[in-house]
C-alpha cells in the first residue's frame, strides 16, 4: 500500500469541499471495499477523506411514509431495522445474502452502492483492463467470463455490479440524494445512478467529482410479498452469477435482476406482460452472453420462475 494523505471530515459538505481541492481524493467509511483495491494498488488516492464523523448514520421516517437511510447506516443496521424488516422484506433479505456478518457490520449504505466490480481481471494489476486503466483494453472479452455481464456489455467491458442491495434498491425505485463541493445538493433515481460501460467503463455512477451520497431514500411500501433469492457457487459469502429481487401483488409484479449486467437489470415493459417466461423471453433477446456464461439464461430463467412462484405464493 502506497503513503497517502488522511483528512477527517466534519460534515459532508466539508467532505466534498475536500474531495474538490484534491482531485483523485477518495473517501472512507467501512473501506471494506476500498482497502483491498488500495493493498493491490489498484486504487493509489494520495488523499483519503474520512467521512465516519459526518453524522450521517441514522434511518428517518419521511411525511409520505417512506424512509431515508443516512449514507453511513451499517449494513447490519439497515437489516435489522424494524421498519426495513416489516415494510421493506426485499432490502433486508438482500442485504442478508450478501458478504459475511463481520463485513455487513462494517459495510454502509453509500459504500455498497459503490463497490466495485470483482471481474478478476479488474484486480489483477498485470492484465489490460479498461475500467482500471482506460484505453488498455479488456482481457475478459477472450479470457475467463463465467461470472460476468450477459446483458448490457459493450466491446470496452463486460463487468457485472457485485451488489445485492443495489438490486432490492431498483426494484424499490430508491432514490440517491448527495451534495456536490459548491454545497448544492440533487436527487438522483436509482435506476439512472449506475452506469453502463460503453465506451467509458471507469464511469461507473452518475456522481460528479468529488460528489458525496448523503442518504438514500425509499418510496412508501408497496404492497404485496418481497422475495430476494440469489445463486452463487457457494452457499455463503460469494457473489451473485444471478439474483433476482421481487414484490408481486395479485397481477402486479415487480422485478430487478442482478449479476447479469454493470447495474441492476430491470425490464419493466416485460413484467407487464408477464411472468418468468415474459421477462426471461425480454431478458435474452437483449443478452450478449459468451460461450462461457450462456448459462446464465437458463440460470436467470429458473431463478426468475423460482422467484415468483414464492412471491405469488
Known sequence: MRPFDYHRATDAADAARLASAHPGAR??????????????????????????????????????????????????????????????????????????????????????????????????????C??????????????????LAIVGGSEHCIATHPSDMAVAMRVLDARVETVRADGSTRTIAIADFHQLPGETPHVETALEAGELITHVTLPPPLPGRHVYRKVRDRASYAFALVSVAAIVSGDDRRVAIGGVAAKPWRMEEAEKRGGADAIGDALEAEARPTEQNRFKLTLARRTLAATLTEASA
Do not use: W
Open 130 to 147: 479498461n475500467k482500471r486503466v482506460p484505453g488498455s483494453g479488456c482481457s475478459a472479452i477472450g479470457g475467463m467470463s463465467r461470472g
Open 27 to 128: 473517501f472512507i467509511a467501512g473501506g471494506t471495499n476500498l482497502l483491498d483495491l488500495m493493498k493491490v494498488q489498484v486504487e493509489q488516492p494520495a488523499q483519503l477523506i474520512d467521512i465516519n464523523r459526518i453524522g450521517l448514520d441514522r434511518i428517518e421516517d419521511e411525511d409520505d411514509g417512506g424512509l431515508r437511510i443516512g449514507a453511513l447506516v451499517r449494513n447490519t443496521d439497515l437489516a435489522a431495522h424494524d421498519r426495513v424488516r416489516t415494510d421493506y422484506g426485499v432490502l433486508s433479505r438482500a442485504l442478508l445474502a450478501g458478504a459475511s456478518g463481520q463485513l455487513r457490520n462494517k459495510a454502509t449504505t453509500a459504500g455498497n452502492l459503490l463497490q466495485r466490480t470483482r471481474c478478476p481481471y479488474f484486480y489483477d494489476v498485470s492484465k489490460p
